[in-house]
């Protein structure tokens, strides 16, 4: 059903998906992570149904969320998904080396991730990457941003996405996202507490990227200004 919400709301213009392939989604043998910004809720929604339908006749084609342990793995409401999910307990160093240890399992098995390198929404972050003028910048505050000039903005990598491609060698999708934090608003109200499908979120899928032998230590930074770029793109 989520599947089939996904594709109404592309053939309604609610969500505009650029750079579709599905060979893009394709794991193939080494795994595939899908990095993808993260702006809001809405997104971290969508981004399952990507898949749609071919997980209804292959295994391969499922993908696995990486949802924050406390506040929604271990919610009862959040029980139907568990299965195809990995909790990320944040804060909590050994919690994080074993969500870590299974998503690297998962993807020796040729399993897909979904993950936000983020480790949180956007806005909440400390230190940010901002492209401007076709050069990549780092600042502390978003206050430094004007985003009425639509420069894209990111908050630092977590450095777990790093070691995780580098022991794996997965094949690595970048995701831009953009309008999200329209259709769920990071300010929740009351007078309208449901989602506004009449919004547009937009998904650019990027091409697979070559990490060749790129050293461990610069991995993480790579893909930073990777979907920071394809955010920019167009």
Not at 113 to 128: D, M, N, S, V
Not at 130 to 156: A, F, H, Q
Request: with cysteine; net charge positive.
């Amino acid at each position: 059903m989520g599947g089939l919400l996904l594709w109404l709301l592309c053939v309604t213009r609610r969500v505009k998906i650029v750079g579709y392939h599905r060979s893009k989604l394709d794991p193939k043998d080494k795994g595939l992570i899908l990095i993808h910004n993260h702006p809001s809720l809405w997104e971290p929604a969508l981004l399952p149904f990507l898949f749609f339908p071919w997980y209804l006749f292959s295994l391969r084609f499922v993908p696995f969320s990486i949802p924050d342990k406390k506040n929604y793995h271990d919610k009862w409401w959040f029980s139907p998904f568990r299965v195809v999910c990995i909790p990320m307990e944040r804060g909590n160093l050994k919690g994080e080396a074993r969500a870590l240890k299974r998503m690297r399992e998962k993807l020796f098995e040729g399993k897909i991730l979904l993950l936000a390198p983020e480790g949180g929404r956007t806005f909440k972050g400390e230190e940010f990457k901002i492209i401007r003028g076709g050069k990549v910048d780092v600042v502390k505050s978003l206050s430094e941003v004007d985003l009425r000039d639509n420069n894209k903005v990111l908050r630092r990598f977590k450095p777990g996405i790093g070691w995780l491609a580098f022991n794996t060698k997965a094949k690595i999708l970048p995701v831009w996202t953009e309008g999200g934090e329209r259709v769920v608003p990071n300010s929740f109200s009351f007078k309208f507490p449901f989602p506004r499908f009449w919004r547009q979120t937009q998904l650019k899928i990027g091409e697979p990227l070559d990490l060749g032998e790129l050293p461990k230590k610069e991995i993480t930074e790579f893909l930073e200004d990777s979907i920071l770029k394809l955010g920019a793109e167009g």
